[in-house]
């Protein structure tokens, strides 16, 4: 296996656009990031402008092209991962958006989710997830009922429909693909997740013609070649998967039992629960985790609305820190039996509790506390959060065997124990914290023949650390009685 080969990785984003080319061994070759517009055209509404988001991409993956080149790599394909649910309609015959894309984050739907609330159970049980505007469906819908001719360009057959990576695949190819993944699709509330094709009821229950879909196919697979103007040569892109599946691939998550959790802003886990779609008792989404040779692997996810932001909080809310790496050395100076809790409800709680209105409490103070509680309590919110996670996808049917993290919290080793403790698994820290990039990079490579199997991937992977629990039991079971008495607490004040 050549050293010399690479493969370049468009990972676009809420925020910015990047392009990344990784040699085979996962090493870092080049990159390029460009941030681009925010628009909140009215309360609750997240938009991108879609042209600014093709020309990040021209322009970033130029640039980390340009500089692979000159260090002597020859790249082979492209791999794409991208920000999921964002969707946006353009018309085939010009290429032209017929309006921005409406960002995941964008809540202009919920009164229509709430209209067919009743059709929940249904709905989940096709595609494992939830009625909400998070997902694409509402938002396609909105499209063509309140964009101008939308409709009639649909029934003329003359409207496309397209998470981001189909749109970048689309002017990618000039226009030849038509195309997205299985998991991206899976984040549509369109696509039935068991029987992997577009739903016909689910279509006629959002009001979808099915002329606009883009074609399903795996996330290891032909998705069209590059026009060879843009960069100077016809590239193959092979590989494509949303954002948190990519990082199930890029954290070498094959067997069941995997969890991956990521720590930024918020965080999102995915269980690989293997060629089982579980259903969640707990409301986790039931999504798909990756689809290669024919294989469909299911993952279960949770979401915690707060992690990295709790961290913010000490920092631009409150003032007790002044640099979050500050966090690791105040927890550090406390025993573990410290006695104040944090329940980070600033956007509502997550998984497994689903409380939209439920704020964010602080317990146990006394005339000592000092900021080191205050940031000891916000780092021991995130693990416990997670920890129901668990608990809720080990009730659900399977139990991780192991966590392996990523995202900017993970520098801070005090969270990465703390965290091994309250789950009693091992934490494995990768040394390639680009992830969710490497993801993407990984299945283009195994489409194009540069990675044997998922066996020669993982053979790749490197642990930076790993984290082992070390805590005594009845530590551990005062603290976690102590936290759901605080869940419990405020979730009781939220229903008042």
Not at 359 to 369: I, K
Request: some cysteine; aromatic content about 8%; glycine content about 8%.
């Amino acid at each position: 296996m050549s050293t010399k080969h690479g493969i370049l990785s468009i990972d676009q984003g809420t925020t910015s656009t990047r392009a990344i080319v990784f040699a085979l061994d996962g090493t870092k070759i080049s990159s390029a990031q460009k941030e681009f517009t925010q628009f909140y055209p009215d309360n609750g509404w997240v938009e991108h402008d879609p042209e600014e988001i093709w020309k990040t991409t021209v322009e970033t993956c130029k640039s980390a092209l340009h500089d692979a080149q000159q260090k002597g790599i020859d790249v082979k394909g492209i791999g794409i991962t991208n920000q999921r649910e964002t969707t946006l309609m353009w018309n085939k015959e010009t290429g032209k958006p017929i309006y921005n894309a409406i960002v995941w984050q964008d809540g202009r739907t919920a009164e229509f989710c709430n209209s067919i609330k009743h059709k929940e159970e249904w709905l989940a049980a096709k595609t494992g997830l939830l009625l909400d505007p998070y997902f694409s469906a509402s938002k396609v819908k909105w499209l063509l009922d309140e964009v101008d001719g939308a409709r009639q360009l649909a029934s003329e057959g003359k409207l496309a429909f397209g998470t981001i990576d189909t749109f970048l695949i689309w002017r990618l190819t000039g226009g030849k693909s038509h195309v997205t993944d299985t998991t991206n699709a899976s984040r549509t509330n369109l696509f039935n997740i068991h029987e992997l094709k577009w739903d016909s009821a689910l279509l006629d229950l959002f009001d979808v013609p099915a002329s606009v879909l883009p074609k399903v196919l795996e996330c290891a697979d032909d998705f069209g070649h590059t026009e060879a103007s843009l960069f100077g040569k016809s590239l193959p892109i092979a590989g494509v998967a949303g954002d948190q599946q990519a990082a199930l691939v890029g954290q070498c998550c094959f067997a069941p039992g995997d969890l991956k959790s990521t720590y930024g802003t918020g965080c999102f886990a995915l269980l690989n629960t293997g060629s089982k779609a579980l259903q969640s008792k707990h409301k986790l989404l039931t999504t798909i985790g990756y689809s290669i040779n024919g294989q469909t692997t299911y993952a279960l996810e949770g979401s915690i609305f707060t992690a990295g932001a709790n961290i913010q909080w000490l920092r631009d809310g409150i003032g007790v820190i002044n640099d979050a790496q500050e966090s690791q050395a105040l927890a550090e100076s406390l025993d573990y039996d410290h006695g104040v809790v944090l329940v980070p409800g600033f956007a509502g709680l997550g998984a497994p509790h689903w409380e939209p209105d439920a704020r964010a409490s602080l317990y146990g103070m006394t005339r000592g506390t000092s900021q080191a509680h205050f940031a000891r309590a916000a780092l021991e919110a995130v693990c416990y959060q997670t920890y129901d996670l668990q608990q809720a996808m080990a009730s659900d049917g399977i139990a991780s065997s192991k966590v392996l993290v990523d995202g900017g919290m993970v520098a801070n080793d005090w969270l990465c124990q703390f965290l091994s403790d309250m789950l009693q698994v091992e934490i494995e820290r990768p040394k390639n914290m680009e992830t969710t990039a490497i993801g993407a990079a990984y299945l283009a490579g195994l489409k194009l023949g540069l990675y044997t199997d998922l066996a020669d991937i993982a053979s790749h992977k490197k642990i930076e650390k790993r984290f082992t629990p070390n805590i005594n039991a009845n530590t551990r079971k005062k603290l976690l009685k102590r936290w759901q008495k605080a869940v419990d607490a405020t979730l009781a004040f939220s229903r008042n």
